[in-house]
């Protein structure tokens, strides 16, 4: 029998084999599932679902206790809506530390990993309109040096959209080097793009964030990184529970993270073939795919692919990772997103140019699907078909808004999902609550 042969039957062998686990583990799931007894759901959500919400939005209180009844939430999360400009919904449940027996409370603070892009987004929202700075600018314009090494072409949309070909470092970063954002800048002016500026969409795992901050400290007046930037000039003057390096005496407040199970995964895969490719396919990437470069580079990244949930230690969250390191509330994000669609934080055609995605559907070459972004957001659509903004964050994890219906909405957890954004079951269900309700 020929090498091929042999390599087509190996990999029918294989992807049998994790079906019939898959089948396997989701009839165990579903017969666990019916053990559960009327009392202990009864129990469930009076102990552990608590919050307001409007009579008009009372679809989302079921879907959010739902959730927990039906074991899609296994420790806590929240969930808040602000519609037309006034706050809808806000709840929230479950174990902030189960392992503790730690309730979820109001002011109960999370990770928010990947969304944290949303809260860049927003501050380069306000320095845009505040600073005269265009989206369309070249980088150089404010930090000359960054033209080094073929970078000369890269405009401030390509950093914010991640289509400036900067995935990774050459230079190995380890821990002590994060908090030198001089360092840090260095590294990133010394570095060659992967692609030529603008041409490829290419998910900037990390460095995204240091780009970013390098950027606003070159254009802030205060010469202010991303993290004090929205502190000072978004989060403190309107309230908001929203954090790029979080404050050292507020880490009581936030909740431990879990990770998923393999059994979680196994559930999920169950009821999406497309969702289990995708993780396969990152899974099976060598050491030379843009994917794993980007994590290697940095050790955080290498703590992640030894399955470390690194952002439990508070040490890491003090760093000010700016696209990942993110600590927030619900209602805080919520709240952020909020101001944005009703003029509060940037106006006129700055907040018009947020509508629509910079393009559609473009192929990113580090994770490996297709993603519509535009002014350092993701796009989604609604049940109703008009553009969300927002972002997904790794673990469930999500922020929207709908500037055509006035619409703001944040989930968080720490329970991680299998998953990012709408293939979250526990927030695709609220979501689909949401729009039900106007």
């Known amino acids: 029998m020929s090498q091929s042969s042999n390599s087509k039957g190996t990999g029918s062998f294989i992807q049998g084999f994790i079906l019939a686990a898959i089948v396997y583990c989701a009839i165990k799931w579903y017969l666990k599932r019916k053990k559960t007894s009327k009392l202990e759901s009864a129990q469930l959500e009076r102990k552990l679902v608590d919050g307001f919400v409007d009579r008009r939005f009372e679809k989302v209180f079921h879907a959010f206790r739902d959730n927990f009844q039906n074991g899609l939430e296994q420790e806590g999360a929240a969930i808040c809506v602000f519609y037309q400009g006034k706050m809808v919904v806000d709840m929230w449940g479950g174990w ?183 993780y396969y396919n990152l899974a099976q990437s060598g050491n030379d795919s843009y994917f794993k470069k980007a994590l290697n580079s940095m050790e955080i990244g290498r703590f992640y692919l030894k399955g470390k949930t690194v952002l439990n230690n508070p040490e890491w969250r003090r760093l000010g990772l700016a696209s990942i390191g993110g600590v927030a509330s619900a209602k805080g994000l919520a709240k952020m997103m909020s101001l944005l669609i009703d003029g509060k934080l940037c106006g006129g055609e700055n907040l018009d140019h947020l509508r629509k995605p910079k393009f559609q559907d473009a192929f990113d070459y580090v994770l490996h699907q297709k993603i519509s972004r535009g002014h350092g957001f993701v796009y989604t659509k609604s049940q109703k078909g008009d553009w969300l903004i927002g972002f997904p964050g790794h673990g469930g994890s999500s922020v929207k808004a709908d500037l055509k219906n006035q619409l703001a909405f944040a989930y968080v957890t720490n329970g991680q999902k299998v998953g990012v954004g709408d293939d979250v079951i526990p927030f695709s269900r609220l979501q689909k609550a949401i729009y039900q309700c106007i």
């Open 96 to 278: 902030s530390d189960r392992e503790a027996a730690a309730r979820w409370k109001q002011e109960t603070l999370v990770n928010i990993s990947t969304a944290s892009r949303a809260i860049i987004a927003v501050s380069f929202a306000h320095l845009i309109d505040k600073e005269s700075l265009h989206y369309g600018d070249l980088v150089t314009r404010v930090w000359p040096e960054y033209g080094q090494e073929e970078k000369q072409s890269t405009k401030i949309r390509m950093i914010l959209d991640d289509t400036c070909g900067m995935t990774n470092l050459d230079q190995k970063i380890e821990r002590k080097h994060l908090r030198d954002w001089k360092k840090m800048r260095t590294a990133i002016e010394n570095q060659k793009p992967d692609t030529i500026p603008g041409t490829k969409l290419g998910y900037a795992i990390f460095t995204s964030g240091f780009l970013a901050d390098s950027i606003c400290r070159k254009t802030d007046k205060h010469q202010r990184g991303t993290g004090d930037y929205f502190d000072a000039e978004i989060g403190k003057p309107h309230g908001l529970d929203v954090y790029l390096s979080l404050p050292s005496e507020l880490e009581h407040r936030v909740a431990r993270i879990s990770p998923a199970s393999k059994w979680s995964f196994t559930r999920r895969f169950a009821t999406s073939w497309r969702l289990a490719n995708s």
